[in-house]
């Protein structure tokens, strides 16, 4: 039946395939180990870095919450002025007045400032104008904003400084750019990897890939062994970078975190699915063009 032509085609295609890359077995094996090794270093690194980037994200987004506080004698009208002056100021995104009232029932519920707000007689916690911003760096320019305002309070104007924002800042950028270094660095060996297991096992069967050009199969057609054992490595040294990460997760992680108290990693959860899957689908993006690109015998 002449339907079932492209079935059979399909499936000498992949026996040859399979026989190609069966008679150096050895060598599809040392070259699986070498990128699992590589994708394995590079994913446990990464899953680190990415936890603990979003650690530090928590944080930051905590820091982005800044309080300016007023002075018991700041005036209506004063208070006004001052939250005009807040809300225009670049990066700021919302300005919110927090009462005394308000101030002490937070406190209450703070196991921190629970004890000092049942030691002290009256109210001891002042007003404030409590700050969004889209990065902690804009809280120099607030405190800049305010400095000097009347209805400020001089001793302590605000609940941090800019300093404090700007290196919780530049730790979670300098975060960002060595993951991002990282995983560039490992598909490019990756990739070398695969185009040596390739030229090897072209200069193998060079005379094998000169027949089958000069009685007239497709180039294309030529490729699809390379196509094929390429991929299987990419998808045999992704397997192994994600039992590695399996491994890290289960273990590697709680330790971290028990040795880490101020830097709890937490969880992988998502980020272990979501790193196995974007792993394998790197590597096999990254090696496809070896196969693609490399040089047949004419």
């Not at 490019?188 to 069967?205: D, H, W």
Request: hydrophobic share 55%; with cysteine.
């Amino acid at each position: 039946m002449t339907w079932l032509w492209p079935l059979r085609y399909l499936a000498t295609l992949g026996s040859y395939s399979w026989r190609w890359q069966r008679r150096r077995i050895s060598t599809w094996l040392v070259t699986v180990m070498v990128l699992g090794v590589v994708l394995s270093v590079a994913a446990a690194i990464q899953l680190v870095v990415w936890l603990g980037e979003r650690s530090l994200a928590g944080q930051l987004q905590a820091a982005s919450e800044m309080q300016v506080f007023l002075a018991d004698t700041a005036t209506p009208d004063q208070q006004a002025t001052l939250h005009a002056r807040l809300a225009g100021v670049p990066g700021v995104t919302a300005v919110r007045f927090r009462s005394k009232a308000d101030a002490a029932a937070r406190a209450a519920r703070d196991p921190q400032l629970a004890t000092l707000a049942g030691a002290s007689q009256g109210n001891p916690f002042p007003a404030s104008f409590v700050l969004r911003m889209h990065d902690p760096g804009v809280a120099r320019q607030v405190l800049h904003t305010v400095a000097g305002d009347p209805a400020v309070d001089p001793k302590i104007p605000a609940s941090y400084t800019a300093a404090q924002a700007q290196r919780l800042s530049t730790a979670l950028d300098a975060m960002k750019v060595v993951a991002g270094a990282l995983d560039a660095i490992a598909l490019g060996v990756g990739a070398i990897v695969a185009l040596a297991l390739l030229r090897s096992e072209i200069r193998a069967r060079r005379d094998e890939l000169r027949v089958l050009t000069l009685v007239g199969v497709p180039r294309a057609v030529i490729r699809v062994p390379l196509v094929i054992q390429v991929l299987s490595v990419a998808a045999a040294g992704s397997a192994l970078a994600v039992l590695s990460l399996l491994f890290i997760d289960r273990r590697v992680v709680p330790a971290l975190d028990r040795s880490l108290p101020f830097l709890q990693l937490g969880d992988p959860g998502q980020a272990f699915g979501t790193l196995s899957v974007a792993t394998i689908a790197a590597s096999c993006l990254a090696l496809l063009p070896c196969a693609l690109l490399v040089r047949l015998p004419r």
